[in-house]
């Protein structure tokens, strides 16, 4: 303990007062200016030119230096929002709590900030630590000293191709260690969605984690309560599309920050085929993001989120619920049982309820519903959930491969493909598991009651077949 306190009290002494930063040349950091985005070279020229300091910053020089495309880019500057915008066509002074201004390009946004002040005592905090107005301009020293870890600490002058490193951070990042800049415990106490930040960056660098700051993060899992829930959604979907998906999990459970962001991750983990299925799905949105291809947000938590979705209509449909309706109640608890926790955005909501509810249509479906489904704007991101089901044995994979065949197939070609199977089963009375056959009374109503009976076929021409229970 006494060690400890030691160690803590020679880090607030030193931390965040360097002799002096480190000035790196393009034969030491490495980083091709080629990668860089225009738009970010752009902006650090003209507002050079104006006779001001600017900055590719943070996450964007990390990934350079190890050889990684960044997402975005960032610039950091001692202008101020009121001088930097005057100086661009296309750009917008945003933000309250600290005001930056957003340079636009086409697509491309260069979100430019204005050095900030390292924290000040006294500022206001709630019982937990964590700041609550943290909007101070200050100096370049200031603006490295107050970001979270030394690898984040980093500024690349574009036109120099020069990195300014305070606090050893190309060093840390070349021996993949993630440092905490200053005190570990205070730093976390004044925003602990550092911890998440932590852990990701150890899944998505291989790197491993300073002893000094690894060691608060357990103790003060429980301070993630009180983030903001919609701050938890932003790093979550961080964590859930860095390209190791599955490993920053399992560092979550581990340090005990799944119980305050995403409670059902340590039950998934109690259940081997749970825990499987995720590890498939995020193995395959880890493959997409490696590859730099778009992952979309209602899918990957579509698929975290499915086995209790699953297990709960699936215990509905044994009471007697129908299907359809079983799996819209099933939805509906999850998601309000997560949504105490993680404020997942309306619209990404509504992408996995789509996703979801597809399933039941996807597993007896009628002409009728074919036709409805080929029209939802989320029918290929559902026909690809049903590939994941498909792959786990949840259902048949010949009723998975008909429905991909048919969403890859031009209009033509579904028609062809839905008229054989129709002409196929025009009069069956087979039904699925868990389905009764209705028989019409009427005899004119023949054609309507042959349009409502389930889809089944024998290869991809004539429809699905051997569906399977789920």
């Known amino acids: 303990m006494l060690q400890q306190t030691i160690r803590h009290l020679v880090t607030r002494l030193f931390a965040g007062q360097p002799s002096g930063p480190l000035r790196l040349s393009q034969d030491q950091h490495g980083i091709d200016r080629r990668l860089v985005s225009r738009h970010a070279i752009k902006v650090c020229e003209v ?53 930056l201004v957003h340079v636009v390009f086409g697509q491309e946004v260069i979100e430019t900030s204005t ?64 440092r905490m800049i200053g005190d570990p415990e205070t730093r976390y106490r ?31 899992a429980a301070l993630i309560e009180h983030v903001p829930a919609s701050r938890l959604f932003d790093e979550t979907l961080k964590l859930l599309s860095c390209g190791h998906a599955m490993d920053c999990l399992r560092e979550l459970q581990q340090a005990g920050l799944t119980k ?46 499915w086995r209790p979705v699953h297990k709960r209509w699936q215990e509905q449909v044994a009471q007697g619920v129908q299907r359809n309706e079983a ?8 998601m309000e049982e997560q949504l105490h926790t993680l404020a997942i955005q309306r619209r990404h909501q509504a992408d996995m309820r789509d996703i979801w509810l597809m399933q039941a249509r996807f597993e007896r479906a009628t002409l009728r519903t074919i036709w409805r489904v080929l029209e939802q704007p989320r029918f290929r991101a559902a026909v690809d959930f049903l590939q994941l089901r498909a792959e786990a044995r949840e259902v048949d994979s010949v009723l998975a491969q008909w429905w991909m065949d048919l969403a890859n197939s031009t209009d033509e070609r579904r028609t ?22 209705r028989r019409r009374r009427r005899p004119s109503r023949r054609k309507a009651a042959a349009a409502d009976q389930p889809a089944h076929a024998a290869s991809n021409a004539s429809g699905p077949q051997g569906i399977a229970s789920s």
Do not use: C
């Open 416 to 437: 062809q493909m839905i008229e054989a199977w129709h002409a196929g089963h025009a009069g069956s009375r087979k039904t699925g598991p868990g389905q009764t056959s």
């Open 260 to 305: 305050s962001l995403i409670p059902v991750i340590d039950h998934i983990f109690q259940e081997e085929r749970d825990e499987a299925f995720v590890d498939m799905a995020l193995s395959r949105t880890d493959a997409r993001v490696r590859s730099g291809k778009t992952v979309s947000p209602g899918f990957l938590f579509a698929a975290l989120l």
């Open 190 to 220: 004044e925003d602990p969605v550092r911890m998440l930040r932590a852990l990701r960056f150890k899944a998505k660098l291989g790197a491993r984690i300073d002893p000094a700051t690894a060691e608060p993060i357990t103790r003060l």
């Open 47 to 99: 507002l050079q030119q104006k006779g001001y300091d600017a900055y590719v910053v943070g996450g964007a020089v990390r990934d350079l230096i190890i050889g990684l495309a960044p997402k975005d880019f960032d610039v950091a500057t001692n202008a101020t929002p009121a001088q930097i915008r005057p100086l661009f066509r296309r750009a917008r002074i945003i933000g309250r709590r600290f005001q």
């Open 327 to 334: 799996l819209i109640q099933a939805a509906d608890a999850v």
């Open 115 to 178: 050095f900030r002040a390292a924290s000040p005592t006294g500022q206001p905090t709630d019982e937990h630590g964590r700041i609550l107005r943290d909007n101070e301009f200050g100096t370049h020293e200031e603006d490295a000293a107050r970001r979270d870890f030394t690898i984040n600490a980093l500024y690349y002058d574009p036109l120099k191709e020069e990195v300014i490193d305070f606090h050893h951070g190309v060093a840390d990042l070349k021996n993949r260690v993630v």
